[in-house]
C-alpha cells in the first residue's frame, strides 16, 4: 500500500502573555479538527523551555496542573494527525532541540517534499534524528553553523526546504510565524491584549477573544520579539499562490476566516452553485453532518426545495476519517449517524455531501436512505471528483483508493446505488469562492502539482529506510503512553 505523507495539523503560537499555555491550550482545542493523535505545548519564560505532549484530545492531554506547570509568557502549540512518520509519542510536536542558537521548538502544518533529499544530506554529515517526522529536518537546518537564529539565516532555511510548510517557531525570546511561498496551509496573525496570536485558523482566536489581524502572506516571516513585529518577505519573487481549495471545502472550521472569507459562506455558495449547475426536481434536501450541511443548505436555499436535517449526528463519535485505521474508520461510519425516517419515507431525496473520496460513506448514506423507503435518492457532491493525491497535507488515500480516478460517474452511481450522481464543476468550485483559480491548488483534482514531489516517497519512508517501522502493536502500546518531557 502507498501513502504519502501529509500532515493534518493545527498549530498555535503566543507571545507576551501572562496566561500563556491557558490560551494555547484553548486555542488548540479550537484547532482539534485538524488533528487528534497527539498535542503539545512548550513555553518559554526567557530562560528556559517547559513542554508537555501526549498521544490523544487535547482535552486528554493537558489538565489544569499541566498546564500550571508550563510557565512563561510565550507559547507554541500543535495538534497532529500522523501523516508523515508513524503516530508514536516521540513524533509528537512542537519539537524541541537544544542546540548552538540556544533551545528551539518547531509547530509545522504541511509537508516538505523534498524531505527525503534534506535527510539523507543531514545524515552524511553526522546529525542524529530524534523523530520520524520531515518538520525536524527544519530544526536541523536552523541549528546548522553560520546561522545565529536571525532572519537572514532562517530564510536561508526556507530556501532549502519544499512543499507545504505553515510554521510557529519559538526561542528563549522570539515567536516566528512562516508560510511556505505558495501559502498551501492558512496561518493567521491576531492579537489579544498586548500580545500577539499566531494560529491555523481564526476560529482560535474566537474563542480566546483575541483579534484576528490579518492572515500571514505567502512566503512571510512574521518576528515577534520585545521590539514588536517585523516582517521579512522571504520570497521576494512572487511564487504561483497555491492555497488548497479542499480547505474551504471541507477541512477548515466553517466559523474560520481565510483570506478574508468566511468559509461557511464559501460552503453555502459552493451548495448554490451546485443547484445552479444541477437543478433536479426533488421534495427534500438532506445534508450529510457535518461535512455537507452548508452545501446542503445552499443547495436548497437556491432551488427552494426544503432542507431537512434528516440524519442525526452522535457527537460522541469521533470524526471517522481521521481515525488511522480501517478498522475503526468502517465502524465510526456505521455508528455515527441515525436517519429520521419520517423525514425522507416515500421521498424523492437529494443527499448533499462535500466530498467522495473513497465512496464508503456515501454508500452507506444512500443505503440508509433507501432503506427508509426512500423513493429516489440523488447524490450532490458539492466538490468535482478527488482523482489524485495530495502530497501537500490532506490525507487521501493513493490513487488506487480514489474512487473517482478509478471509476466512471456512471459506476460510481452504480456503486453507491444512487438514481443520480452530480459533482460540482472545477470553475464552480472556484466561482463560490471569490477568488481566481490561481490562487489555489486544486491537484487533487487536476493533477497539477505546484511543487514537484518525488512519488516513491511515502509516510514511513523514514523509518522503512533506517529498518525501523514499528509494528501495529508497538505503534498501539506507544499510543496510549503520555509522557511528561520536563
Ligand atoms: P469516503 O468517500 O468514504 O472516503 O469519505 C468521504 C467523507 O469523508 C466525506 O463525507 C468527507 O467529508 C470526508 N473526507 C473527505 N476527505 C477527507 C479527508 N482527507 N480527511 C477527512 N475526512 C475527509
Same mark, same amino acid.
Request: charge should be neutral; proline fraction near 5%.
Given at each position: 500500500?502507498?501513502?504519502y ?8 503560537g503566543?507571545?507576551?502573555?501572562p496566561?500563556a499555555?491557558e490560551l ?16 503539545g505545548?512548550?513555553?518559554?519564560d526567557?530562560?528556559?523551555f517547559r ?8 482535552s486528554q ?5 499541566i498546564?500550571h ?16 512518520g508513524?503516530?508514536?509519542?516521540q ?14 521548538a518547531?509547530?509545522h502544518?504541511?509537508?516538505l ?12 554529515k553526522?546529525?542524529?534524528f530524534?523523530?520520524?517526522?520531515d518538520?525536524e529536518i527544519?530544526l536541523?537546518?536552523l541549528a ?8 537572514n539565516h ?5 530556501r532549502r ?8 517557531i519559538?526561542?528563549?525570546n522570539?515567536?516566528i ?18 500580545a ?5 485558523e481564526t476560529?482560535?482566536?474566537d474563542?480566546i477573544?483575541?483579534k ?5 502572506e505567502?512566503g512571510e ?5 520585545q521590539d514588536?513585529?517585523?516582517s ?8 504561483r499562490r497555491?492555497f488548497c ?5 471541507y477541512?477548515a ?7 478574508d472569507?468566511?468559509v461557511y ?11 445552479r449547475e444541477?437543478p433536479?426536481?426533488?421534495d427534500v434536501?438532506?445534508?450529510? +453532518? ?5 452545501? /446542503?443548505?445552499?443547495? @436548497?436555499? #437556491?432551488s ?5 436535517m %434528516?440524519?442525526?449526528r452522535?457527537?460522541?463519535?469521533g470524526r471517522s476519517?481521521?481515525q488511522?485505521s480501517?478498522l ?5 461510519v456505521r ?13 424523492r ?12 460513506t456515501?454508500k ?7 432503506q427508509?423507503?426512500a ?7 458539492s ?13 487521501? +488515500?493513493d490513487?488506487?483508493?480514489?474512487? /473517482?480516478?478509478n471509476? @466512471?460517474? #456512471? ?6 446505488? %444512487?438514481?443520480?450522481l ?7 468550485m472556484?466561482?463560490?469562492t471569490?477568488l481566481p483559480?490561481?490562487?489555489f491548488?486544486?491537484?487533487c483534482?487536476d493533477?497539477?502539482?505546484p511543487?514537484?514531489?518525488?512519488p516513491t516517497v511515502?509516510k514511513y519512508i ?14 498501539m502500546a506507544k499510543?496510549r503512553?503520555?509522557?511528561k518531557?520536563?
Amino acid at each position: 500500500m502507498q501513502e504519502y505523507p501529509k500532515h493534518y495539523c493545527g498549530v498555535f503560537g503566543i507571545y507576551g502573555h501572562p496566561n500563556a499555555a491557558e490560551l494555547t491550550y484553548y486555542g488548540l482545542y479550537a484547532l482539534q479538527h485538524r488533528g487528534q493523535e497527539s498535542a503539545g505545548i512548550v513555553t518559554s519564560d526567557g530562560k528556559q523551555f517547559r513542554a508537555h505532549k501526549g498521544m490523544g484530545l487535547v482535552s486528554q492531554v493537558f489538565d489544569g496542573e499541566i498546564l500550571h506547570g508550563l510557565i512563561g509568557r510565550m507559547a507554541v502549540g500543535h495538534t497532529r494527525y500522523s501523516t508523515s512518520g508513524s503516530s508514536l509519542i516521540q513524533n509528537a510536536q512542537p519539537l524541541t532541540i537544544n542546540s548552538r542558537i540556544g533551545p528551539v521548538a518547531i509547530a509545522h502544518n504541511g509537508n516538505l517534499t523534498n524531505a527525503m533529499v534534506l535527510r539523507d544530506e543531514l545524515e552524511d554529515k553526522g546529525q542524529i534524528f530524534q523523530t520520524s517526522v520531515d518538520s525536524e529536518i527544519i530544526l536541523h537546518l536552523l541549528a546548522q553553523p553560520g546561522g545565529n537564529g536571525n532572519g537572514n539565516h532562517l530564510v536561508h532555511t526556507l530556501r532549502r526546504i519544499e512543499g507545504a510548510y505553515s510554521l510557529v517557531i519559538m526561542t528563549e525570546n522570539e515567536l516566528i510565524g512562516v508560510r511556505d511561498p505558495h501559502g498551501f496551509r492558512p496561518l493567521s496573525l491576531g492579537k489579544i491584549d498586548d500580545a500577539w496570536v499566531l494560529a491555523s485558523e481564526t476560529c482560535a482566536f474566537d474563542l480566546i477573544h483575541a483579534k484576528f489581524v490579518r492572515d500571514v502572506e505567502p512566503g512571510e516571516i512574521v518576528i515577534i520579539n520585545q521590539d514588536g513585529l517585523t516582517s521579512i518577505q522571504a520570497f521576494p519573487e512572487q511564487e504561483r499562490r497555491a492555497f488548497c481549495i479542499f480547505e474551504y471545502v471541507y477541512f477548515a472550521r466553517p466559523d474560520s476566516v481565510i483570506a478574508d472569507r468566511n468559509v461557511y459562506k464559501v460552503r453555502v455558495e459552493m451548495g448554490r452553485q451546485l443547484a445552479r449547475e444541477f437543478p433536479l426536481d426533488a421534495d427534500v434536501v438532506v445534508p450529510v +453532518p457535518d461535512s455537507g450541511n452548508c452545501a /446542503a443548505l445552499g443547495y @436548497s436555499q #437556491e432551488s427552494r426545495i426544503p432542507f431537512e436535517m %434528516a440524519f442525526v449526528r452522535n457527537h460522541y463519535v469521533g470524526r471517522s476519517f481521521l481515525q488511522p485505521s480501517q478498522l475503526i474508520r468502517d465502524f465510526d461510519v456505521r455508528v455515527k449517524l441515525n436517519l429520521i425516517t419520517e423525514l425522507v419515507k416515500g421521498k424523492r431525496v437529494i443527499v448533499v455531501d462535500d466530498s467522495i473520496v473513497r465512496g464508503t460513506t456515501c454508500k452507506t448514506r444512500v443505503n440508509n436512505l433507501k432503506q427508509a423507503g426512500a423513493k429516489e435518492v440523488h447524490v450532490l457532491v458539492s466538490c468535482p471528483p478527488h482523482m489524485h493525491p495530495c502530497v501537500y497535507g490532506i490525507d487521501f +488515500p493513493d490513487r488506487s483508493k480514489l474512487m /473517482a480516478a478509478n471509476h @466512471s460517474l #456512471e459506476e460510481i452511481r452504480k456503486y453507491l446505488s %444512487a438514481d443520480s450522481l452530480y459533482y460540482l464543476s472545477q470553475e464552480g468550485m472556484v466561482k463560490a469562492t471569490g477568488l481566481p483559480k490561481t490562487a489555489f491548488c486544486m491537484a487533487c483534482y487536476d493533477g497539477r502539482y505546484p511543487v514537484p514531489y518525488d512519488p516513491t516517497v511515502d509516510k514511513y519512508i523514514i523509518e522503512r529506510r533506517n529498518g525501523r517501522v514499528a509494528s501495529l502493536s508497538e505503534t498501539m502500546a506507544k499510543d496510549r503512553a503520555q509522557i511528561k518531557l520536563l
